[in-house]
């Protein structure tokens, strides 16, 4: 049995590559009052339509959408911020509080051609600020952003891009202009930004067809349009870049693929070469949640796609696995009472230890102790039984002793005073 094409098992060897990246971002965002806020998986495909916009590639090719038995239009989240303003709506948060800092981590689900960084099922990180217009808010998120990138030891290898793409009303003059100068070129602009001149001309900045690119250099910038207020809340962040030492490129062309955003828009990239190098996406979003039914709350944030960023870790970071353990060996697995003490008292100091459970002779169960590179091996043969103790044989160095199990506590206590074990 195969698993679903572009998803993947997240194996055990590699999970506390996952849970570093939690902890870190917990941390992290913690000092800054952020929130962790998990959502359901399923939404309303209405949901997406009406925050992503109906004319984005999300919406358009990439929805994992069914109808459940009681024939509703579900759709498996392609992303988390739709699903946090929709949170914000449902549970009425914005009442409690004028700012709701939230963070989420967890798989979202596009149909898209799987390849390297590119998958069917993925993870994202991402944070919410919701409640502010004022652009210190958006450097809050880009900092935080560059914070977590730093602590996870991604540091020179990425690269902040940031752009404005102004209002509503500035992007849809901006728009007619755009499509006006473009017509002239249409027969010569790849297949889709040809689709894209009517339905979602923006987008067409992104293209990363040569030509397109070519034609677009004459083209009208939408900076030109933007007025005094968006000019300001762009400079304004600039600035404080500047001063926090976070390096950014402005990008004039970045627009990002959601229909949500107004302002700020970034995106982080690795400065390796290759189609998928974007880890890192977010901006404005002021109309999200009063287009969604809820009160005008502006708000901004990223999102982080977890599988690229550990593509990126793993060059940097040099996994180590806990190895050490107390390997519990044991002659006779129906004995009752030394083994449970054992244990109990393993437990009440938080010693990691694995109990072998293969009934195999004791030389045997000592063998797979030293395959697995445990630290210790508490041998524990008829003799032992007999006497209610335990030899203690130290792996590495091939000494052992036997201790009465009354003295057990005692025997780990002087351990860790001179920090032969550590704590789990
Ligand atoms: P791309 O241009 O690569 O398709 P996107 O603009 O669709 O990215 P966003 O919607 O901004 O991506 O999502 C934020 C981040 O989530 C991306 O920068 C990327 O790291 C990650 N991401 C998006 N789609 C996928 C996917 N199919 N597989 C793995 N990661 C993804
Ligand atoms: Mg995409």
């Avoid at 970071?317 to 390997?327: A, E, G, K, P």
């Avoid at 045997?364 to 524990?380: S, V």
């Amino acid at each position: 049995m195969q698993s679903l094409r572009g998803t993947k098992d997240i194996l055990p060897n590699e999970i506390h590559i996952w849970q570093t990246i939690h902890k870190i971002a917990h941390n992290t965002l913690n000092i800054y009052n952020y929130e962790e806020i998990r959502t359901p998986i399923i939404e309303n495909t209405e949901l997406f339509q009406r925050s992503i916009g109906n004319f984005t590639d999300i919406v358009n090719k990439e929805m994992y959408s069914f109808h459940d038995q009681g024939k509703r239009h579900i759709t498996l989240r392609p992303e988390g911020t739709a699903s946090i303003a929709r949170a914000l709506i449902t549970n009425k948060m914005y009442t409690e509080k004028p700012i709701n800092r939230l963070w989420y981590l967890g798989p979202m689900f596009r149909y898209e051609r799987p390849q390297k960084g590119r998958q069917r099922q993925f993870h994202q990180l991402g944070i919410e600020c919701i409640g502010s217009d004022m652009p210190v808010a958006d450097i809050e998120v880009i900092k935080l952003a560059n914070e977590i990138l730093q602590k996870i030891e991604c540091k020179d290898q990425y690269s902040l891009e940031i752009n404005s793409i102004g209002n509503l009303h500035e992007r849809e003059i901006y728009k007619l202009d755009l499509v006006e100068y473009l017509k002239k070129y249409e027969n010569e602009l790849d297949k889709d930004s040809k689709n894209r001149m009517s339905k979602n001309p923006l987008r067409i900045l992104d293209s990363k067809n040569l030509k397109t690119q070519e034609i677009l250099k004459d083209a009208p910038k939408l900076k030109q349009y933007l007025n005094k207020t968006s000019l300001k809340h762009f400079e304004t962040i600039c600035e404080h870049l500047t001063y926090l030492n976070i390096k950014y490129k402005i990008n004039n062309y970045l627009v990002r693929g959601l229909d949500y955003y107004n302002y700020t828009a970034f995106e982080i990239k690795t400065k390796n070469f290759n189609q998928q190098n974007t880890i890192c996406g977010g901006g404005r979003y002021d109309n999200l949640i009063e287009q969604l039914g809820g009160p005008r709350i502006p708000a901004v944030g990223w999102a982080i796609g977890l599988e690229r960023l550990i593509l990126l870790m793993q060059k940097s970071i040099s996994h180590r696995i806990q190895q050490d353990r107390i390997y519990i060996a044991i002659q006779n697995l129906y004995t009752i009472d030394i083994l449970w003490d054992i244990i109990h008292v393993l437990q009440e100091y938080q010693l990691k230890f694995e109990l072998d459970l293969s009934n195999n002779n004791l030389s045997k169960q000592i063998k797979r102790a030293n395959q697995l590179k445990a630290e210790i091996c508490f041998i524990i043969g008829e003799n032992e039984i007999n006497d209610k103790s335990i030899t203690i044989k130290w792996l590495k160095t091939r000494t052992q002793q036997t201790i009465k199990l009354s003295n057990l506590r005692k025997y780990i206590k002087y351990l860790k005073r001179f920090h032969y074990l550590t704590k789990y």
